[in-house]
């Protein structure tokens, strides 16, 4: 088992940045691979970014890409999303996730354990 907490959402102006946090507790965190994602209300969740288990791999949807930065303190057991160049688009409750092997990273409902969100509002 292992409990995620985000934190760092917040409100900002479009152009601006914020950075996200994932804390891990329980089982060690490197086992995990860890996904972002968003949603709006009555929206599905999409997908923002995801890291394997050691690092090595990064995954970004095409909206974020060159934008959004995901990486990982596994000695923090904390997997962060450093978001730049924030737009209104990207208004939403992010959420991360976290699964026990590096597959099928940019499918949610391949996750097995989610926090309870953020929220980031971009004003424009």
């Known amino acids: 088992q292992v409990q995620l907490v985000e934190s760092g959402g917040g409100l900002v102006p479009a152009g601006g940045s914020l950075r996200l946090s994932c804390a891990a507790s329980?089982?060690?965190?490197?086992?995990?691979?860890v996904g972002w994602f968003r949603q709006a209300p009555g929206n599905e969740r999409e997908f923002v970014a995801a890291?394997?288990?050691?690092?090595?791999?990064?995954y970004y949807a095409y909206s974020v890409k060159g934008r959004f930065t995901i990486d990982r303190d596994n000695a923090k057991n904390t997997v962060y999303l450093q978001m730049n160049s924030l737009k209104p688009e990207d208004t939403d409750v992010y959420y991360c996730?976290?699964?026990?092997?590096?597959?099928?990273?940019?499918?949610?409902?391949?996750?097995?354990?989610w926090g309870q969100g953020t929220r980031v509002t971009v004003s424009s």
């Open positions: 890291i394997s288990r050691n690092g090595a791999n990064t």
């Open positions: 996730a976290a699964r026990s092997n590096d597959y099928f990273l940019t499918l949610a409902n391949k996750y097995n354990y």
């Open positions: 329980g089982r060690t965190s490197s086992t995990y691979a």
